[in-house]
C-alpha cells in the first residue's frame, strides 16, 4: 500500500507560479517512478511531468520549459514548481506512482488560473 497526499494548490492570476507537493507513505527511492497528471471536466486524466529514482524527468509539451518537477528522498516529496501559469493549466492535479503492480493516485489538487 501507497498513500499519497498532495497539497499547495490553488487560485493564482495567469502569468503566476504555483508549487505542489507530493507526501508519499513509502521512501520514494524504491517506487521507481512518480508523476504528476491532471485532468478538467469531460476530459481524460493527461499527464504532466514523471520523475524517476535516477533523477531523469519527462514533461508533457504543454508544460516544458514552465513545470519543473523535482523530489526530496529525505522526506518522501515529489514537487512540481508551476511558473508562468496559464488559463489552460486549470485543473485538478493528482500525483500518481505504481508499486508492485498496482497504481497509486492521490486525491487531487485544484488549481484555477484565473483574473
Known amino acids: 500500500q501507497v498513500q499519497l497526499v498532495e497539497s499547495g494548490g490553488g487560485l493564482v492570476q495567469p502569468g503566476g507560479s504555483l508549487r505542489l507537493s507530493c507526501a508519499a507513505s513509502?521512501?520514494?527511492?524504491?517506487?521507481?517512478?512518480m508523476g504528476w497528471f491532471r485532468q478538467t471536466p469531460g476530459k481524460a486524466r493527461e499527464l504532466v511531468a514523471t520523475?524517476?529514482?535516477?533523477?531523469?524527468?519527462n514533461y508533457a509539451d504543454s508544460v516544458k520549459g514552465r513545470f519543473t518537477i523535482s523530489s526530496d528522498n529525505a522526506k518522501n516529496t515529489v514537487n512540481l514548481q508551476m511558473n508562468s501559469l496559464k488559463p489552460e493549466d486549470t485543473a485538478v492535479y493528482y500525483c500518481?506512482?505504481?508499486?508492485?503492480?498496482?497504481?497509486?493516485w492521490g486525491q487531487g489538487t485544484q488549481v484555477i488560473v484565473s483574473s
Open positions: 500518481h506512482t505504481f508499486y508492485q503492480g498496482r497504481t497509486y
Open positions: 513509502k521512501n520514494i527511492f524504491i517506487l521507481n517512478r
Open positions: 520523475i524517476t529514482s535516477a533523477g531523469d524527468t
